[in-house]
């Protein structure tokens, strides 16, 4: 609650930015797995144009055609991430912990996100720190998808079997330190 009222001028002005430049809806809802598999709405600030009567959701880190002038500075400085306050007042998320996937991805590697799924999801976490611009590794890729699935997945599995197995209050509060440290200087200590 506090964190929501700390930064409720800056929630107002990206909504009213976002609402004023394309006049489409301020949120992105999108399903995620949580804790024990349970399926939650997932917050963020939109950052790309709405598609009308979308066909299929494509795989779309990396590509930047449908990214707003306004999506482009959140995304950068991950204040599109922000309503996930709300998330983690509502109790479906934490401040720290693995970052909750889509079904699609969760069913590509069940057995380990068995494991992962016993801690609630957070807002931030290791595997974020190490792949803080991963839409630039994916954007250079020929093959996105392929590339998230056999290189960036896993390893982001990796490191959140590894939270899961020595989480702590000094590794939460040392993970949100480097994190709001790889905020400002766009630099990670993980790599």
Same mark, same amino acid.
């Given at each position: 609650? #506090?964190?929501?009222?700390?930064?409720?001028?800056?929630?107002?002005?990206?909504?009213?930015? /976002?609402k004023?430049?394309?006049?489409?809806?301020?949120?992105?809802?999108?399903?995620?797995?949580?804790?024990?598999?349970?399926r939650?709405?997932?917050?963020? +600030?939109?950052?790309?144009?709405?598609?009308?009567?979308?066909?299929?959701?494509?795989?779309?880190?990396?590509?930047?055609?449908?990214? #707003?002038? =306004?999506?482009?500075? /959140?995304?950068k #400085?991950?204040?599109?991430?922000?309503p996930?306050?709300?998330?983690i007042?509502?109790?479906s998320?934490?401040?720290?912990?693995?970052?909750?996937?889509v079904?699609?991805?969760?069913?590509?590697?069940?057995?380990?996100?068995k494991?992962?799924?016993?801690?609630?999801?957070?807002?931030?976490?290791? %595997?974020?720190?190490?792949?803080?611009?991963?839409? @630039?590794?994916? %954007?250079?890729s020929? !093959?996105?998808?392929? @590339?998230?699935?056999?290189?960036?997945?896993?390893?982001?599995?990796?490191?959140?079997e590894?939270?899961?197995?020595?989480?702590? +209050?000094? #590794? !939460? /509060?040392?993970?949100? +330190?480097? =994190?709001?440290?790889?905020?400002?200087?766009?630099?990670?200590?993980?790599?």
């Amino acid at each position: 609650m #506090t964190g929501l009222l700390i930064t409720a001028p800056l929630l107002i002005f990206i909504a009213l930015a /976002i609402k004023a430049e394309d006049g489409g809806p301020v949120l992105f809802r999108q399903e995620r797995i949580g804790r024990f598999g349970r399926r939650f709405i997932l917050l963020k +600030f939109r950052s790309m144009s709405v598609v009308q009567n979308p066909v299929k959701q494509d795989f779309e880190p990396g590509n930047k055609s449908r990214i #707003t002038k =306004t999506g482009a500075i /959140i995304r950068k #400085t991950k204040l599109d991430e922000l309503p996930q306050l709300i998330n983690i007042l509502c109790g479906s998320m934490s401040f720290v912990g693995p970052r909750p996937e889509v079904e699609y991805w969760v069913a590509k590697y069940p057995d380990r996100w068995k494991l992962i799924h016993q801690v609630r999801p957070g807002l931030t976490d290791n %595997a974020s720190l190490e792949f803080l611009n991963e839409e @630039e590794i994916l %954007a250079q890729s020929s !093959d996105p998808e392929k @590339e998230y699935e056999e290189i960036i997945l896993p390893r982001k599995l990796d490191l959140y079997e590894d939270y899961v197995k020595n989480n702590s +209050f000094v #590794t !939460d /509060i040392k993970i949100i +330190f480097l =994190t709001i440290y790889a905020l400002v200087t766009g630099k990670s200590f993980t790599k």
